[in-house]
């Protein structure tokens, strides 16, 4: 069973640009969050998904936003990058009913490096 | 404001040296409190809850205890297996969603 995969692994845009980050969930999983990591931080919700719609919302801006597909996959969607936005994104996957958010499974993360 | 804060930011243990990390925080009613580990390059990954002062969960070499203010893991005779960050996280009563709180982690390395 493949748990919860993310591409890609690492991307490198320049200021200004746009990007697209993708999250498969674990098989069984409806439930989809994504997370900002700095480097030596914690992750910061950025938002959750859940029947394709967007549930519940972290303290980002309109530059960020997703989407979830019917098959539960997502994508993380940023624009107008600045350099400040360089981090680990993680994407985390639990099933709605029957599951536990905070048990929720992370995938490895897409590093993104703004220049 | 909700916040959470990780003790010490890092500790070098010699194998079998155990030890206690802290997680002090400050909310606004705990629905729950979460510790997980973060090997580097990875995705953190689950290891316990707490929800009310006095509760402790048990996992191998971890300990995990909750009081009204901080949260500790305690990590008996540890390996270098056990080297990873280690995160806490609180959710607040208010929120039933996602919205949790990370603190920046004790990054642990266990030497041989």
């Known amino acids: 069973d493949a748990g919860v995969t993310q591409s890609p692994t690492h991307l490198i845009k320049t200021r200004g640009q746009q990007v697209t980050l993708r999250c498969s969930p674990k098989?069984?999983?409806?439930?989809v969050s994504w997370y900002q990591q700095a480097l030596g931080q914690g992750p910061q919700f950025i938002f959750q998904?859940?029947?394709?719609?967007?549930?519940q919302r972290g303290n980002f801006p309109d530059r960020f936003s997703g989407h979830q597909f019917p098959n539960y996959s997502s994508e993380l969607n940023v624009n107008a990058l600045l350099l400040g936005d360089s981090a680990l994104y993680l994407c985390?996957?639990?099933?709605?009913?029957?599951?536990?958010?905070?048990?929720?499974?992370f995938g490895p993360g897409t590093r993104l490096t703004v220049t | 404001e909700d916040q959470v804060t990780q003790s010490p930011e890092a500790l070098r243990l010699q194998e079998g040296e155990s030890s206690s990390l802290n997680c002090s925080y400050t909310?606004?009613?705990?629905?729950?409190l979460f510790w997980y580990r973060q090997d580097p390059g990875k995705g953190p990954e689950f290891l316990f809850t707490l929800y009310s002062a006095g509760e402790e969960k048990e996992k191998e070499r971890l300990k995990a205890t909750l009081t009204k203010k901080e949260s500790f893991l305690h990590i008996t005779a540890p390996k270098p297996e056990d080297s990873a960050t280690y995160l806490c996280a609180v959710q607040p009563e208010r929120n039933t969603g996602n919205q949790f709180y990370f603190g920046t982690g004790t990054s642990l390395t266990v030497i041989p």
């Open positions: 098989s069984g999983h409806d439930t």
């Open positions: 998904y859940y029947e394709e719609e967007e549930r």
């Open positions: 909310v606004s009613g705990l629905r729950g």
């Open positions: 985390a996957t639990y099933p709605f009913f029957g599951g536990k958010n905070y048990e929720q499974y």
